[in-house]
């Protein structure tokens, strides 16, 4: 029998070509038994018309609800996500129908990992501030804009998931003491990586960079809210490359109003696009990326030959590498 996949229409840039390029689909095109196409709507979320039209669905940001999978001519058996992040699904609602939900973790390990710390480095070295001075004539002003260093800083990580354990890595050859705030990890895989364990308490109290790249769900939604932000050092950075949620946006405005925090670097905002009237968008001291600042030729490569080989493995009656545990 015939396993027909489909393609959200996100996926494909203004040019027709798949914003991954075409190599990642010769998995499909190679394997026996499957069609795919690109879903023909542009959709905002799966609707049940479409969930009746598919086995296997590749999704990128479209949200996929429980009025997606609820009607009993549902065709979908596995939902592929184009991406680590699955808070746009409900997982609950695909176990109940027993679909299978899988992710891209592996894939963006290294390329968010890179986002982090670009983020970082901007913000240190004051990057769009003397961007502004030089292009504005004021180049005798640079001295008042003195960048940070890093082997005298600490640097915080909350979430020692994957992408965390990457920032770790790559981190470690800068010299400055990290910090990592993970309950779920024990300490001996945070100190094999050259972190200390610490209480967000104390990661924030102490840390000059606080990375947010932990999982967004009902427990670190708004995990960083006013209180916290209270808890860093009044020059200290918040950068964020998880999920905007994970942060109170309200609060985090707030505390850069008044100068409670020094700056952000922000790829992820609560409500995405952000709205042109954010005060966020136009704070001197906050760098804004369209989250999209890992994107590049080689993660979404990655990420396209991860995700759609998950399809093909499934349709072949294979364990997917990436499924996601139902919670």
């Keep these: 029998m015939t396993f027909r996949i489909g393609l959200t229409r996100d996926l494909i840039k203004a040019d027709g070509e798949p914003s991954f390029g075409r190599a990642p689909l010769q998995c499909l095109n190679s394997a026996p038994g499957i069609t795919w196409e690109i879903i023909p709507e542009d959709l905002s979320e799966i609707t049940p018309e479409i969930a009746a039209r598919y086995d296997g669905l590749y999704v990128n940001t479209p949200r996929v609800t429980r009025a997606s999978v609820a009607r009993s001519d549902c065709q979908v058996k596995i939902v592929a996500r184009h991406g680590v992040g699955y808070d746009s699904v409900d997982t609950a609602a695909l176990a109940e129908r027993r679909i299978v939900l899988t992710n891209t973790p592996v894939a963006v390990r290294r390329p968010v990992a890179v986002a982090a710390l670009t983020l970082i480095f901007a913000l240190a070295g004051r990057l769009f501030t003397k961007d502004r001075l030089t292009r504005s004539g004021r180049w005798h002003e640079r001295t008042s804009h003195m960048g940070l260093g890093l082997t005298t800083r600490t640097l915080g990580i909350i979430g020692a998931g994957g992408i965390g354990r990457e920032i770790l890595s790559l981190a ?11 309950p779920f990890v024990s300490p001996e895989v945070i100190g094999s990586l050259g972190g200390h364990p610490a209480s967000l308490d104390e990661l924030l109290k102490r840390s000059d960079f606080v990375v947010a790249c932990c999982i967004l769900n009902d427990h670190t939604r708004h995990l960083m809210n006013a209180t916290r932000f209270a808890q860093m050092k009044r020059e200290a950075f918040f950068i964020n490359v998880a999920r905007g949620p994970v942060a109170d946006e309200q609060a985090l405005i707030e505390a850069l109003r008044v100068g409670r925090i020094a700056g952000a670097g922000l790829d992820v905002f609560e409500q995405e696009p952000v709205a042109p009237d954010n005060p966020l968008l136009s704070m001197d001291q906050v760098v804004v990326t369209p989250h999209s600042l890992c994107w590049t030729d080689e993660c979404f490569d990655a990420i396209a030959r991860e995700g759609l080989g998950c399809l093909v493995d499934f349709a072949a009656g294979r364990t ?8």
């Excluded at 470690?172 to 993970?182: C, K, N, S």
């Excluded at 997917?320 to 919670?327: C, E, G, Q």
Aim: hydrophobic fraction near 45%; avoid cysteine.
């Design 172 to 182: 470690a050859p800068f010299g400055w003491t990290m910090l990592v705030h993970d």
């Design 320 to 327: 997917p590498r990436s499924v996601v545990k139902a919670r």
